[in-house]
């Protein structure tokens, strides 16, 4: 059996030799692992390594990039803004950003950027590398006409969702999302989670290993279609997360680094209603919001049934949670769930990417693993 590190209680067990099991059979090359139960860190391991030729162990303190996992950090800042009654989901995003009135989106309104269904799921016009410049990304985002009726039905938002959103806290706060997330959140937690990453914490990353790269004209998607513009409006490559430019850009629902341990820290917000470590963020009205249905039905972009919530992806007939439960995942694997009734979050991160945008087996088992334990 593989090596693992770190702790589990007797309980959770059987999380390590899922673990053991993926490291074993090199579904994983490096990965990480964490459970908080009942405001308890009960599982926090690693193992195997953090490059593709197994010269680097993977270590307590390694990052990696966590792609679409990074969108619950940005969740999180709108719902404490919203506690705080300095935003409103229901107010028009022209409330707060005056220029996004542009090309008949007036009426859109900020629970549209949350659930994906504001018709901005990818840019007109952009290069990768314009992901990193804020100013020139959302002034494009403020002056795109939406490609669907916004409100009609959900469209997978796979970058252009964090810059949405961030720039809406910008003009709240003052602040960008990756500024106000480190002070307001991770700060608080002493959570080692990056939206724009330090040049300081660069020797801890593990880089991702990407699989086949995405290409729009194999997946039968239609030239001119919703989805092909989404895959295509940058496309996604998955060495991005290689350059320095994205790693320290702030590009706030793709690049987050961190690990299961930050990760789950964080979210455990979501499973304790608004609270974890004794730090209440939003009160327990305010997390209620999360599981208000927005849109229900076969994604424009992804292709399959997703019933989002405000952010967050609720149970369906794909992802058979419970009624107070909530998840998302990331490009290649990453995945982080939270149940507030078993008052359970559940986080996996890992660096071998498989070609899927919001989890795969992997994860699914990790979570019932310790799903099994928890309700034991």
Known sequence: MAEVQGFTTEKFEAVRAVLSS????????????????????????????????????????????VWSTTKTMTFLVALM?????????????????????????????????????SGLSAWD?????????????????????????????????LVSQGHLIGEVVRRITGQTIGQFFKREVADVLGADFHIGLPESEEHRVSLVIPPPPLD?????????????????????????????????????????HGNARSVATIQAIIAG????????????????????TQAHGVDRVLGTEIHFGMGYGLASSIMPLGP???????????????DQDADLT???????????????????NVALAAFVAAMS
């Open 81 to 117: 803004l919203v506690d705080r009654g300095e935003l409103d989901f229901f107010a028009p995003v022209a409330k707060y950003w005056p220029e996004f009135a542009a090309n008949g989106k007036e009426a859109i309104e900020v629970r549209h950027l949350m659930s994906h269904t």
């Open 22 to 65: 993926q490291l074993d059979s090199g579904a994983d090359i490096g990965a990480s692992i964490a459970v908080v139960h009942h405001d308890e860190l009960v599982v926090d391991i690693w193992g195997g390594y953090q490059d593709e030729a197994k010269t680097t162990p993977w270590e307590r303190d390694t990052i990696v990039n």
């Open 216 to 256: 729009a004209s194999q997946l039968g998607i239609e030239a001119g279609s919703v989805a092909y513009k989404s895959y295509t409006g940058p496309l996604l490559d998955a060495t991005y997360p290689r350059h320095r430019w994205w790693r320290a850009a702030e590009i706030p629902a793709a690049n987050g």
């Open 273 to 292: 209603k608004g609270q974890t470590q004794g730090h209440r963020f939003f009160s327990e009205a305010t997390s209620d919001l999360i599981f208000q």
């Open 346 to 364: 559940i986080a996996y991160m890992m660096n071998r990417m498989d070609s899927v945008l919001t989890g795969d087996v992997r994860s699914v």
């Open 324 to 338: 107070r439960a909530c998840y998302w995942g990331g490009y290649g694997g990453s995945v982080i769930i939270m």
């Open 125 to 157: 016009e952009l290069t990768p590398e314009e992901l990193a410049d804020w100013e020139l990304s959302t002034s494009k985002l403020a002056a795109q006409a939406p490609w669907w009726t916004p409100g009609d039905g959900s469209g997978y938002h």
